[in-house]
C-alpha cells in the first residue's frame, strides 16, 4: 500500500506536466491558427488616431487617412514588387432584412482579390467580380452565420436581402471559417467597396478605407512588402519620418511571435509549479525506501552473511526504487495522455500531446526513483551483518 501511494504521488506529478506543457503548446496552436485565419504572409494596415474638439485622442484605427487610392498604389508592380495581392476594406455595422427576419451584422466592402488575400472559401455560388466592383452592383456575399440568422439555411444564393433599405442580390455564401480574436467570421456580408463607399456609406469618408490588408509573395519576401507599403504610404501622405505616419503595419510573424513568447512564459511558469509535485513524489520514494530498509534489516544481514557484497545490496534498493518511480512516470504518462484527449472538450481549448514531454517525464520519473534511492540504497549496503542478523 505504501508503494502504491508512493507511486500515486509520482503520477500525479508526470501527469501534471504533460497536460501543463500539452495546454501551452496547443494554446499557441489555437493563437497561430487564429491569426493564419486572417490569410497568408499578410500585412494589415490600419489608419492612425483620432483627436476629437476636446483634444482627447483615439486609439489606432479611429482616424479615417486611408483612401482607396492608397491601397491601389501598393498594387504598383514598379514600386512594390514584393507585393502580390491587396485587399482594401470598408466596414460598417447595418440592419440586414429578408422575409420579415432583420439581423444587424458587419457590413465589409472590399475588392475581388479579398477572397484569396483573406484565405476565404466559398460554401456556394461565386464571389463578385471586377465588372460588379466597376458598376457599384447591388450584390452580396454573405457568411454562413449570417445566411443562417436570417433564412434558416446556407442554401440562399439568388435569395434577395435588403441592407439598409437598398435591395442586393446574394451571390455567393462564405464556407465557414470559425472567430478570430475580435469578431466572428462568419457573420459578415461582403460588397463591392464601390456599392458600400457610394450607396450605403457615402458622404465625406466614402473614399477612405476602414483596413488594407497587403500579402506579401511569398514569407521570406514579408519584411521587404512591409518596407514597400510603409515608403509608399510615407510618400503619399507626405511624412518624412516614419515616427509621424498616420497609419499603423503590423505583421502577422510580429503576431505570432508576441504570443509564443507570452505563452512560452506562461508554460514553464507552469510547468515549474507542477515539477514541485514531482519533487514531493520523489520525497515519498525515499521515505518509502528508509522504511524499507528499516523493516528489511534481518534481510539486509542475512543476504550479506551469505557472502552478498554490498554493491548487490546497493544495486537491489536502487533497483526497486526504480521501478517504483518508472511505474508512477507510465501511469502518469497513460493519465497525461488521456487528459490530452478529454480536456479539449471540456475547456474548449487544444491540448496537444507531446512526445519529448512524455519521453522527457518518463525519464526524470525513473531519476527521482534513482536519486531519492541512494541514501536507502547505501544505509543497507552498510550495515554490518551480525547487526542486521541481531535485530529484532
Excluded: C
Excluded at 501534471?16 to 504572409?41: E, F, P, Y
Excluded at 472567430?179 to 459578415?188: A, G, I, P, T
Excluded at 519620418?241 to 505570432?256: G, N
Amino acid at each position: 500500500m505504501r508503494s502504491l501511494l508512493t507511486v500515486l504521488g509520482i503520477l500525479i506529478g508526470i501527469a501534471a506536466v504533460i497536460l501543463t506543457v500539452g495546454l501551452g503548446l496547443g494554446t499557441q496552436k489555437d493563437v497561430s491558427a487564429q491569426i493564419d485565419s486572417l490569410g497568408s504572409n499578410l500585412l494589415i494596415v490600419s489608419p492612425g488616431s483620432s483627436t476629437d474638439s476636446s483634444g482627447m485622442r483615439g486609439g489606432f484605427g479611429t482616424s479615417t487617412t486611408l483612401t482607396l487610392a492608397d491601397a491601389e498604389a501598393l498594387t504598383s508592380e514598379v514600386n512594390a514588387p514584393d507585393i502580390a495581392a491587396v485587399a482594401p476594406e470598408k466596414t460598417t455595422s447595418l440592419a440586414l432584412e429578408a422575409n420579415d427576419t432583420n439581423w444587424t451584422t458587419s457590413v465589409t466592402g472590399t475588392t475581388v482579390s479579398w477572397l484569396d488575400v483573406r484565405a476565404r472559401e466559398l460554401e456556394s455560388g461565386s464571389f463578385f467580380t471586377q465588372e460588379d466592383v466597376d458598376q457599384a452592383a447591388k450584390v452580396v456575399v454573405l457568411g454562413s452565420e449570417t445566411a443562417t440568422e436570417l433564412f434558416g439555411r446556407t442554401g440562399v444564393v439568388g435569395q434577395t436581402v435588403e441592407i439598409d433599405g437598398t435591395s442586393f442580390e446574394i451571390v455567393g455564401v462564405l464556407a465557414s471559417a470559425g472567430s478570430d480574436s475580435s469578431s466572428n467570421l462568419d457573420d459578415v456580408a461582403i460588397a463591392p467597396i464601390s456599392t458600400v463607399a457610394n450607396v450605403l456609406v457615402g458622404g465625406t469618408s466614402a473614399s477612405s478605407v476602414s483596413t488594407v490588408y497587403v500579402q506579401a509573395a511569398s514569407a521570406d519576401q514579408l519584411a521587404a512588402a512591409y518596407q514597400e507599403a510603409q515608403t509608399i504610404l510615407l510618400n503619399r501622405h507626405g511624412i518624412t519620418s516614419s515616427d509621424d505616419s498616420d497609419f499603423s503595419i503590423a505583421s502577422q510573424e510580429a503576431l505570432v511571435e508576441t504570443a509564443t513568447s507570452i505563452y512560452q512564459t506562461l508554460t514553464i511558469l507552469l510547468t515549474g509549479i507542477a515539477a514541485l509535485s514531482l519533487l514531493v513524489g520523489g520525497i515519498g520514494v525515499m521515505n518509502i525506501m528508509l522504511v524499507s530498509v528499516t523493516e528489511r534489516t534481518r534481510e539486509i544481514g542475512l543476504r550479506k552473511a551469505l557472502g552478498a557484497p554490498p554493491w548487490a545490496i546497493r544495486r537491489q534498493f536502487l533497483t526497486e526504487a526504480a521501478i517504483l518511480g518508472l511505474g508512477g512516470g507510465i501511469l502518469g504518462a497513460a493519465l497525461g495522455a488521456l487528459g490530452t484527449l478529454v480536456l479539449p472538450g471540456i475547456i474548449g481549448s487544444s491540448v496537444v500531446l507531446s512526445g519529448p514531454a512524455v519521453a522527457g517525464a518518463l525519464a526524470v520519473s525513473i531519476a527521482i526513483g534513482i536519486v531519492f534511492g541512494v541514501y536507502p540504497a547505501t544505509r543497507a549496503a552498510r550495515l554490518a551483518p551480525i547487526d542486521a542478523l541481531r535485530t529484532e
